[in-house]
């Protein structure tokens, strides 16, 4: 390809982000027929704009590095409490997983489990899940929310409505026993409000750095929940504090 403009750079650059969320400087530099220090002089350009972030090697879109800075903050914590979550699962269940980096987790650990059907907004779950057949994935629809990973809006929810679960999985940007589920993203409380209301039993799912954290918008109450499961950095006051509302802790 004979070597292109500063601008057709650009555009073939955002598109390789949004087709595929990372980029390669020694392909661009092949695909656009320019030098890597040319592609990485306009990634530097691209990045103080905030249209993405470089990596060693290349670059990713601005929304996949978030999503992938979220999932390694507390990453033991997060495992092993989604572990625990799987634990509940049994052969033939029906569940709901709403988008975060625990709860999309859960995944990971059914691969014993046979004829589960998932309810999901969250696109971290189907890329958890589509390589295992013995998982049944059902995606929400909606508007897709790229901070997220997720799906949201009317769609989402109408989808979610037409379902009904043994169980709901859920996060948080914050817990406590006054204030209950909070998050910043008052779309993303909706999902979790619908899903609560399609399941038999809601487990919320959050680090205990997640306590006492207050996000913008209001979701369920404590008392909402059948369970909570966080890990053993809580403290003891904590533990006994949302012990006495939920249905049941369990501390991994």
């Not at 409380?189 to 205990?208: F, G, K, N, R, Y």
């Not at 997640?210 to 008392?223: C, H, I, M, S, W």
Request: without cysteine.
């Amino acid at each position: 390809m004979a070597a292109v403009d500063r601008r057709a750079r650009e555009e073939h650059i955002l598109h390789v982000l949004t087709r595929d969320g990372v980029l390669s400087v020694a392909q661009l530099s092949r695909d656009l027929g320019v030098s890597e220090v040319t592609i990485r002089t306009q990634l530097r350009e691209l990045e103080s704009r905030g249209l993405l972030t470089r990596t060693h090697g290349g670059a990713q879109s601005t929304s996949v590095h978030n999503v992938l800075e979220r999932e390694r903050m507390h990453e033991a914590e997060k495992e092993q409490i989604a572990r625990a979550a799987a634990a509940l699962v049994r052969d033939g269940d029906r569940i709901m997983v709403e988008a975060g980096t625990t709860t999309s987790r859960i995944v990971r650990h059914l691969a014993l489990r046979r004829g589960v059907q998932i309810v999901t907004n969250s696109t971290l779950v189907f890329a958890h899940a589509r390589h295992n057949t013995a998982l049944t994935v059902i995606l929400t629809g909606g508007t897709f929310h790229r901070p997220s990973e997720s799906l949201v809006g009317p769609v989402a929810l109408r989808a979610i409505r037409e379902f009904h679960v043994r169980l709901a999985f859920v996060g948080t940007d914050g817990f406590a026993p006054a204030r209950g589920l909070t998050t910043e993203f008052a779309e993303g409380a909706e999902v979790i409000s619908a899903m609560h209301d399609q399941a038999d039993a809601t487990w919320l799912l959050a680090d205990s750095s997640k306590y006492g954290e207050a996000g913008f918008v209001r979701v369920l109450n404590l008392t909402d929940l059948a369970g909570v499961v966080t890990d053993a950095a809580l403290p003891a006051d904590a533990q006994r504090a949302v012990g006495d509302v939920v249905g049941e802790l369990r501390v991994v």
